[in-house]
């Protein structure tokens, strides 16, 4: 049984239920920002974070198209140590696309050097009931849905 909650929100209305959720266990982090945690079509996309051996920094994106996607850059301020106790984040703004992108802002672009690794929780609450969320891992060359499914990156060569 799915918790509900009937909300009515600037631009949320209706009942906002957790549509998907994907737990992800031992994930390495690299400097470049090669994983990625999206939810698409998310009212509340939230991030649930155990750095368990590095750090990592987190990038934040929210939109309705790759142009929207790119000017939302939001850079949260602290890094995230793996010290530190779980942390939580959520992002919620009238936006189909939400990401949080893990990697280290002070090293070259071009860099696959791990940095670190955790355990990450995705859940995405959703008046819509086609909400759902991925982990994109260019490293890999894959795309990991909640099902299981681990779909291929077309043109793409593992790290």
Do not use: H, W
Not at 9 to 35: C, E, N, P, W
Not at 123 to 139: L, N, R
């Amino acid at each position: 049984m799915l918790a509900t909650a009937n909300v009515s929100a600037d631009f949320i209305s209706g009942d906002m239920t957790l549509r998907d959720a994907i737990y992800l266990y031992d994930q390495d982090v690299d400097a470049r920002g090669s994983k990625v945690l999206a939810g698409r079509n998310c009212d509340v996309f939230q991030l649930v974070l155990d750095v368990t051996s590095g750090y990592t920094d987190l990038i934040m994106y929210q939109g309705n198209n790759q142009t929207e996607v790119s000017a939302s850059t939001l850079v949260y301020p602290d890094r995230i140590y793996n010290n530190a106790a779980m942390f939580s984040y959520a992002l919620y703004q009238n936006k189909s696309d939400k990401f949080f992108r893990f990697d280290d802002k002070t090293q070259p672009v071009s860099s696959y050097q791990q940095i670190g690794t955790g355990t990450i929780f995705g859940y995405c609450y959703s008046t819509k009931p086609d909400a759902f969320v991925y982990f994109y891992e260019e490293d890999k060359c894959t795309v990991k849905y909640s099902d299981g499914y681990v779909a291929a990156l077309p043109n793409c060569t593992p790290k």
